[in-house]
């Protein structure tokens, strides 16, 4: 595909051509160096090196509240932060140059890491906050420049790709952390706990390299509302509270939102849950790390499939499969007894997770005016941010009332199949039709 077919929404390029253009490469490997971060760090090794390491010598369940502190309040950051930031980008034409803030941010802090020492826990849950906020604050620049290298047509086969990316990039370096910490010598470290620390520092490295392409290839074409940084401030809060009014009266943008909030807390709560779950049931923790790279390499291909499939049958099809999905391996995890049951989950849960997410925000990205993908996408962002903390709220005082983790996991069903009644509502004809029409009045 050309440069100017990628610009063009109205050309319509193979699937391949589109793949293989030099823009989506580019956008599509920033998923592939950040993933790092949510696999190694968020979902890895940070929670159990936190425990093991720099809070040592903190009482367990002290540590556990701190950790669900650090979380939390990383997450409530990002949600007051998000349709600000979006706003602001918009005005001033920066998405790009807040994309390079955040992520230094967030790459500069994981490397910080590395030589934090052992026992020295407020530093590390320190450097792991800002890492965070770096990190979901970026994705939000991120996800609105799919706008400027993907026509409409293929939208969500772009995102699907960048999800891909992100699954098979995390995972390759999840995979080589594993092993650098199961064989340290090997590797010619003097112990795992060596290899670790080193984890953290490559999973900077890693995210900063696949950074480059998108900063040299994604192009940010100005419009006619640019103007300085310094104005931008002062303009993008006053756009933000006519792009909240907008959003309530965009009905379909809204019921989407709404659904999403729902829906996508399920599969947030699943992910960052899942090893707790499973430590709960007695499970190997090297089983359940193992649980966890299969997830990402099978979330590669299924990524990119359901990417086909939402071309195909649409990109709200694609998601209510997935949602089913969801619901059947909700219910199929409350009743397990062994951790080879725990395997079959990760398998099905990596053939719908990218799938949901990717169509997702392919579908979000039809219905919002692209002149204001930035502001939308904040929040967007916003959204899922707060779905970090409801979701694993709502298991443990399910948990604390009943003492069963069992019946915490049922309670998610609640996210899922709300968000899927809600997700039926949404017509996403008369959303694109509203899109266009904000487009030209913001022109």
């Given at each position: 595909?050309?440069?100017?077919?990628t610009?063009?929404?109205?050309?319509?390029?193979?699937?391949?051509?589109?793949?293989?253009?030099?823009?989506?490469v580019?956008?599509?490997?920033?998923?592939?160096?950040?993933?790092a971060?949510a696999?190694?760090?968020?979902?890895?090794?940070?929670?159990?090196?936190?425990?093991e390491?720099?809070?040592?010598?903190?009482?367990?369940?002290?540590?556990?509240?701190?950790?669900g502190?650090?979380?939390?309040?990383?997450?409530?950051?990002?949600?007051?932060?998000?349709?600000?930031?979006?706003?602001?980008a918009?005005?001033a034409?920066?998405?790009?140059?807040?994309?390079?803030?955040?992520?230094?941010?967030?790459?500069s802090?994981?490397?910080?890491?590395?030589?934090?020492?052992?026992?020295?826990?407020?530093?590390?849950?320190?450097?792991f906050?800002?890492a965070?906020?770096?990190?979901?604050?970026?994705?939000?620049?991120?996800?609105?420049?799919?706008?400027?290298?993907?026509?409409?047509?293929?939208?969500?086969?772009v995102?699907?790709?960048?999800?891909?990316?992100?699954?098979?990039?995390?995972?390759?370096?999840?995979?080589?952390?594993?092993?650098m910490?199961?064989w340290?010598?090997?590797?010619?470290?003097?112990?795992?706990?060596?290899?670790?620390?080193?984890?953290?520092?490559?999973?900077?490295?890693?995210?900063l390299?696949?950074?480059?392409?998108?900063?040299?290839?994604?192009?940010?074409?100005?419009?006619?509302?640019?103007?300085?940084?310094?104005?931008?401030?002062?303009?993008?809060?006053?756009?933000?509270?006519?792009?909240?009014?907008?959003?309530?009266?965009?009905?379909?943008?809204?019921?989407?939102?709404?659904?999403?909030?729902?829906?996508?807390?399920?599969?947030?709560t699943?992910?960052?849950?899942?090893?707790?779950?499973?430590?709960?049931?007695?499970?190997?923790?090297?089983?359940?790390?193992?649980?966890?790279?299969i997830?990402?390499?099978?979330?590669?291909?299924?990524?990119?499939?359901?990417?086909f499939?939402?071309?195909?049958?649409?990109?709200?099809?694609?998601?209510?499969?997935?949602?089913?999905?969801?619901?059947?391996?909700?219910?199929?995890?409350?009743?397990?007894?062994?951790?080879?049951?725990?395997?079959?989950?990760a398998?099905?849960?990596?053939?719908?997770?990218?799938?949901?997410q990717?169509?997702?925000?392919?579908?979000?990205?039809?219905?919002?005016?692209?002149?204001k993908?930035?502001?939308?996408?904040?929040?967007?962002?916003?959204?899922?941010?707060f779905?970090?903390?409801?979701?694993?709220?709502?298991?443990?005082?399910?948990?604390?009332?009943?003492g069963?983790?069992?019946?915490?996991?049922?309670?998610?069903?609640?996210?899922?199949?709300?968000?899927?009644?809600?997700?039926?509502?949404?017509?996403?004809?008369?959303?694109e039709?509203?899109?266009?029409?904000?487009?030209?009045?913001?022109?």
């Open positions: 595909m050309t440069d100017q077919a610009d063009n929404p109205v050309d319509r390029p193979g699937a391949v051509d589109t793949l293989c253009n030099g823009k989506v580019a956008w599509a490997l920033y998923d592939w160096g950040n993933s971060f696999t190694v760090v968020m979902a890895g090794f940070f929670p159990l090196f936190y425990k390491f720099w809070a040592a010598n903190v009482e367990a369940g002290t540590s556990t509240f701190q950790l502190v650090a979380n939390s309040f990383a997450s409530a950051v990002v949600v007051i932060l998000a349709p600000i930031l979006g706003a602001i918009d005005s034409n920066s998405k790009k140059r807040f994309l390079v803030v955040f992520a230094l941010l967030g790459v802090m994981t490397a910080a890491l590395y030589f934090v020492a052992w026992g020295q826990w407020f530093m590390a849950l320190l450097m906050v800002l965070t906020i770096g990190f979901s604050a970026a994705n939000i620049f991120y996800d609105s420049l799919i706008v400027n290298v993907a026509p409409r047509n293929r939208l969500d086969l995102s699907a790709y960048g999800f891909a990316l992100g699954y098979l990039g995390g995972g390759v370096l999840f995979a080589l952390c594993v092993a910490k199961v340290p010598q090997f590797f010619g470290f003097h112990s795992g706990q060596d290899a670790v620390q080193f984890g953290f520092l490559l999973t900077a490295i890693w995210w390299v696949f950074s480059l392409p998108l900063l040299i290839r994604v192009p940010e074409p100005g419009h006619a509302d640019g103007v300085g940084l310094r104005h931008a401030v002062g303009k993008g809060f006053s756009q933000l509270k006519n792009t909240f009014a907008r959003i309530r009266h965009l009905r379909v943008v809204f019921l989407f939102l709404l659904a999403y909030w729902l829906y996508i807390d399920g599969v947030d699943i992910v960052r849950m899942a090893i707790d779950y499973g430590m709960a049931l007695k499970f190997d923790s090297t089983q359940l790390v193992t649980a966890l790279l997830t990402q390499f099978v979330g590669f291909p299924a990524a990119i499939a359901f990417g499939l939402g071309q195909r049958i649409g990109a709200k099809q694609g998601i209510l499969i997935g949602i089913a999905v969801y619901v059947l391996v909700t219910l199929w995890a409350a009743f397990m007894e062994n951790v080879s049951e725990f395997y079959i989950l398998v099905t849960i990596g053939l719908v997770q990218g799938g949901v990717s169509l997702s925000r392919s579908f979000y990205a039809r219905i919002i005016p692209a002149s993908s930035a502001e939308y996408f904040g929040f967007y962002n916003m959204l899922g941010k779905a970090a903390i409801l979701g694993p709220l709502m298991m443990g005082v399910v948990s604390f009332f009943t069963s983790p069992r019946l915490s996991l049922l309670s998610i069903l609640i996210l899922f199949i709300g968000g899927a009644l809600l997700l039926l509502r949404v017509d996403v004809a008369e959303g039709r509203m899109a266009q029409e904000l487009d030209r009045e913001l022109s």
